[in-house]
């Protein structure tokens, strides 16, 4: 049987290497949990917006590239938006970091279970997306070794770790690699996915309303 990691225990060590100018992205119970343990003005909630933390942590990412974007996604929540990947995939930006945590349930209505649920394959999803780097962890002291050398590469990838206790069995933490920027795709055409972006140069309004 894989080894596990608790989730809260995961992002105590995440926070450890979260910076005061970072812009972090957690989503349903993980937001609960991260604004516990790292209260901070860049803490970025969209409860509500099911599904599109991801799409909200590219806006921000290319809206202000001057500022690391880390999102602590769900796996029920990216499944909801997977086409969020290609689009990150497309984009590459370099300081975008996306953390799925992956323990196979949706828990924000009551811990259902997702489609596919031992199956389904979100490194799988990242490489064949563009991800240039995929990260897997489900090992607490091996994260705590890493995650600092994985968080100082150009992000837009996936890590996954698997962690349990307060999450069900088969829990799993991922984060971003680095996607290769796809060539020959219009411009236009790669921006039309990205929810409250707009086009390059102009920034949507999460990313106006964060501070310098």
């Not at 901070?40 to 991801?54: D, E, F, I, K, V």
């Not at 497309?90 to 997702?114: D, K, M, R, S, W």
């Not at 031992?118 to 607490?140: I, Q, W």
Request: hydrophobic share 40%; net charge positive.
């Amino acid at each position: 049987m894989a080894v596990m990691m608790k989730h809260d225990e995961c992002l105590r060590v995440l926070a450890r290497h979260v910076t005061d100018a970072d812009i972090v992205l957690p989503v349903y119970s993980t937001a609960f949990e991260w604004i516990d343990i790292r209260p901070h003005p860049l803490n970025y909630l969209s409860h509500g917006a099911m599904g599109l933390a991801s799409s909200h942590a590219l806006g921000l990412a290319l809206g202000r590239p001057d500022k690391r974007v880390i999102v602590l996604d769900g796996d029920g929540s990216l499944l909801m938006n997977l086409g969020s990947l290609m689009t990150i995939g497309a984009e590459a930006p370099p300081n975008l970091y996306h953390f799925v945590c992956q323990n196979g349930t949706y828990e924000a209505n009551g811990g259902h279970p997702i489609p596919g649920r031992g199956r389904v394959d979100f490194v799988g999803f990242a490489r064949s997306a563009g991800y240039r780097a995929v990260h897997e962890f489900s090992d607490l002291k091996i994260f705590e070794q890493q995650i600092g050398a994985v968080l100082s590469e150009p992000g837009a990838g996936v890590r996954r770790s698997q962690d349990h206790a307060q999450r069900p069995a088969g829990a799993r933490l991922y984060a971003p690699a680095q996607p290769s920027r796809a060539q020959g795709v219009p411009r236009r055409a790669r921006y039309a996915l990205t929810p409250g972006l707009g086009y390059r140069g102009r920034r949507s309004k999460a990313a106006r309303s964060i501070p310098s």
